[in-house]
């Protein structure tokens, strides 16, 4: 069975530049999550989505990040402009429902190095 | 507010040893779930264990063993005749019930295991 499936894997950009991650969740999964991983942070949820819909976006960073699902097997999160501080691991992660029994799973994540 | 703490920051074992990861948590819900994820040089996040806080008792998988113990708010983590494919990054979680599942990460144990 597939995973969560991401890409790219890696991304290098350069500053001011647009970044748009992209996300397939587990087929039949409702919930949908984007992570970004620092060393100084840790790993912080950034946006969760419930049947395609934005249900809790108060970990997004600023208006330059945005994410949308427009169905259910898609995701994006976009970076405009990026900035080097940034540069992180983004994890999206799917659940069956969302709900507290669910267990989270992971992609492999998108290294973000903004120069 | 919810907060997993993983004191150890990093553990070296030579192979075959034993070893316990800890993890404290504190959280003033009386339903939640506790996870543990591993993350090996690769990048990926594992899921490895889910416990609700009404279950107690402990868990074995294989050289894998959870201890949970309401008392001292811990879920520890230990791994028996330990190997070098071991070396990872472990991530102890927490999700309590805020309409939805939302996790709160540790920052991680960092275990290296040398031949």
């Known amino acids: 069975d597939a995973g969560v499936i991401q890409s790219p894997r890696h991304e290098v950009t350069e500053m001011g530049q647009e970044v748009t991650l992209r996300c397939k969740p587990i087929?039949?999964?409702?919930?949908l999550f984007w992570y970004r991983q620092t060393m100084m942070r840790g790993l912080e949820l950034l946006i969760y989505f419930n049947n395609n819909v934005p249900i809790d976006d108060s970990g997004m960073p600023e208006d330059r990040f945005s994410a949308k699902m427009p169905n259910a097997s898609f995701s994006t999160l976009k970076i405009q402009p990026s900035e080097p501080r940034d540069s992180a691991v983004y994890f999206c992660?799917?659940?069956?429902?969302?709900?507290?029994?669910?267990?989270?799973?992971f992609g492999p994540g998108t290294r973000l190095t903004v120069l | 507010a919810q907060k997993v703490t993983q004191a150890q920051t990093e553990i070296s074992v030579v192979e075959k040893e034993d070893v316990t990861l800890d993890c404290v948590y504190e959280t003033r819900d009386t339903t939640y779930y506790l996870f543990w994820y591993k993350q090996p040089p690769s990048g990926e996040l594992v899921f490895l264990i889910r416990r609700n806080s009404f279950d107690e008792q402990n868990e074995i998988s294989g050289r894998y063993s959870w201890n949970f113990q309401k008392s001292t708010s811990s879920f520890n983590f230990t791994i028996t005749a330990s190997q070098v494919v071991d070396s990872a990054v472990y991530f102890c979680?927490?999700?309590?019930?805020?309409?939805?599942?939302?996790?709160?990460f540790g920052k991680g144990t960092m275990l290296l295991v040398s031949p």
């Open positions: 979680a927490l999700s309590t019930e805020k309409g939805y599942s939302t996790l709160t």
């Open positions: 992660a799917s659940s069956l429902a969302g709900g507290q029994t669910d267990t989270q799973y």
């Open positions: 087929s039949g999964h409702n919930s």
